[in-house]
């Protein structure tokens, strides 16, 4: 974990932690709550870790640091844990919701981040209510009262928001206080009009699944089938059993999760899914693979330096990093990932904690995911996705970097994606997993937006344009360890083009070896290995190995990515690649010597026209 200079510890908050067992998880839990405790404020009501803003006010950003722990501490209460203290967590509730009081949280609005963080609170006061809820005097109480149905009572916003009212409304139910239950019947009816089918939702009337799915739509559903339990919930469970084998195609042999989308900064809250599996008695897959999906999860993120050197969960990935944030992330916003620790309020006893760990099976196959618009294939130690580019803009701008996060050709596990650092530097573009354009060498273009998304078979297509007069066909499609990419791109005008592979960490002082050479490019260090090798293409293109901008990659702060760099016409070009990375580089250059051979798109063209079938989430709004 260090250079041996440092303590292991630092920046590793779970140093020494095996994360076998419940004991262990636990600990890790309190590793994690323990810094935090040292940020609360007098009354209780705020926590606040660092001085940066998200877009929404202070407030509401406090608010998040005291609500967003209790989704890992009230589980561990309910599973008995002894640590917890939770004198300042109720003084803290009476303190933010007494308008009088200088702690006041501010009220509640349609569509406010407030919203967000009283589902914590109505999870809170519905399993712990003698810790919260009976500690308060009836002037207090009242005020809690108050302040939930104000909330409740709020419009929320369309997407998984809605299931926040539902959490609410247990709260209330739990402490007796009546309200308009026909408000939370509305959500109900209206989160169906987002599921289409297998066990799949889209985050709202938009064209993105990504990880709010398993740890916001399966994880609340689950949460409701289990204190709710009426009839509206028994498909919430059958739609989180259908999803399982689709998502654990997402995860690592080591435990790795699949790096796309937004809100990566969340990190462990997707193992909440498995989580949320056993709080709900859903042996969707058998009790050991479930425990090994998500302890080989919460064992990756032990390997990485995750935390500030307080010990405080910073936003960033696998190492504190603003540049990849979303406008919502306050300094408060990555404790979500506590969402994990969900399965705590089970005991010890209970076959998701007793049953022996089990090893993934074997997963040669590739996975089509129709409704993602995802082929995906796990070679070891990774989980690779290709995939169709999921609505992101210009017309649906609530992602910043929404390009990088959704609309590459390729996302991974084990080398996670890259954030560009200037759009005005096209000589410094990481483009990993994209083509770029520049008419300038300045500034760039890149897909965003699809005008159609295809799947026949195991090949993926997408028409797209990075700008209004280039129109760029893809085809994506596995060959042994490699993915070939088929481009054909028809433009107006001259235009310099970039197409890179995998972002692999280098090393200091740069001991790797760079390759590039006409149609070739390659990077590899001891441990990995990354190249892009032209197949063919009509306009000749060079090898780049080159050296990405620091902090631009979730996962590796200093990454060096193949590229190939070409200048095309006016008029109709193709471009022909093959793309590999591998954790092993030896057997990466054992690989390089059997490639693919060209693609050949009449073939290609005729297998869409006979079984090409529409990605599922290209039905959805794209002005959502």
């Keep these: 974990m260090s250079d041996g200079i440092f303590a292991d510890s630092l920046f590793h908050p779970w140093a020494g932690n095996e994360l076998r067992t419940r004991a262990d998880v636990e600990r890790a839990l309190k590793a994690l709550c323990d810094p935090a405790e040292t940020y609360r404020s007098t009354g209780g009501a705020r926590l606040r870790f660092d001085a940066t803003a998200a877009h929404f006010d202070q407030a509401a950003a406090d608010l998040e640091g005291f609500s967003r722990l209790l989704w890992g501490l009230v589980p561990a209460e309910l599973g008995g844990a002894d640590w917890i203290d939770w004198t300042p967590i109720a003084r803290g509730l009476a303190a933010g919701t007494d308008p009088q009081h200088p702690e006041y949280w501010g009220k509640p609005t349609d569509r406010n981040q407030r919203l967000v963080e009283l589902a914590a609170i109505g999870f809170a006061l519905r399993l712990v209510p003698e810790k919260l809820w009976a500690p308060l005097g009836a002037g207090e109480q009242a005020n809690v009262i108050s302040y939930l149905k104000s909330g409740h009572a709020c419009a929320f916003s369309e997407n998984n928001w809605k299931f926040f009212r539902l959490l609410i409304s247990l709260g209330l139910d739990a402490v007796g206080a009546d309200h308009d239950r026909a408000l939370n019947q509305a959500y109900i009816d209206e989160i169906e009009a987002f599921y289409f089918g297998d066990g799949w939702y889209s985050d709202g009337d938009a064209r993105r699944a990504d990880h709010y799915i398993p740890f916001a739509f399966h994880f609340y559903g689950l949460i409701l089938g289990v204190l709710d339990g009426q009839a509206y919930t028994q498909p919430y469970r059958e739609r989180a059993r259908l999803v399982a084998n689709d998502l654990v195609r997402w995860f690592a042999d080591d435990g790795a999760a699949l790096a796309f989308g937004r809100s990566m900064t969340y990190r462990f809250a997707i193992a909440g899914f498995f989580g949320a599996l056993a709080f ?28 500030s050197r307080d010990g405080i969960l910073p936003v ?44 993934v099976l074997p997963r040669d196959d590739v996975a089509v995911h129709l409704h993602t618009g995802m082929i995906i294939k796990n070679p070891p130690g990774d989980a690779i996705a290709l995939c169709g580019g999921q609505q992101t803009g210009p017309q649906n701008t609530w992602a910043r970097f929404g390009a990088e996060k959704y609309s590459k050709f390729v996302y991974s596990a084990r080398y996670g994606f890259s954030v560009e650092s200037d759009p005005n530097r096209f000589a410094d573009a990481v483009l990993d997993g994209m083509l770029g354009f520049s008419s300038d060498g300045l500034q760039f273009s890149v897909r965003q937006a699809n005008e159609e998304v295809l799947i026949a078979g195991d090949v993926l297509y997408a028409r797209w344009r990075p700008v209004g007069d280039i129109l760029v066909e ?19 005008r001259a235009v310099s083009t970039k197409e890179g592979g995998f972002a692999i960490a280098r090393n200091e002082g740069l001991s790797d070896a760079l390759e590039s050479e006409g149609g070739k490019a390659v990077v590899s260090t001891q441990r990995d290995l990354s190249a892009i090798i032209d197949l063919g293409s009509s306009i000749h293109r060079a090898g780049k190995a080159h050296i ?56 290609l063209q005729a297998l869409l026209k006979t079984k090409g079938r529409p990605v599922t989430l290209m039905s959805r709004n794209t002005n959502a």
């Design 548 to 603: 990405a901008q620091p902090n631009t990659n979730l996962i590796a702060a200093r990454t060096l990515v193949p590229q190939l760099t070409a200048e095309i016409p006016p008029g109709e070009s193709t471009f022909f690649a093959a793309v590999l990375a591998c954790g092993d580089a030896s057997a990466g250059r054992s690989a390089l010597e059997h490639l693919p051979p060209t693609p050949d798109l009449p073939a």
């Design 316 to 359: 960033g990935y696998a190492y504190p990093n603003l540049l990849m944030c979303e406008t919502y992330n306050s300094p408060q916003s990555p404790y979500w990932a506590l969402k994990a620790f969900l399965p705590l309020a089970l005991p010890e006893q209970h076959p998701f904690w007793s049953a022996k760990e089990a090893d």
């Design 280 to 307: 709900a008695g859903e042996e969707a897959l058998p009790w050991g693979q479930l425990k090994g999906f998500y302890l080989r999860n919460l064992r990756w993120w032990a390997s990485r330096p995750m935390a």
């Design 474 to 492: 893809t085809w994506l499609y596995w060959h042994g360890d490699f993915h070939v990419r088929a481009h054909r791109i028809r433009t107006d």
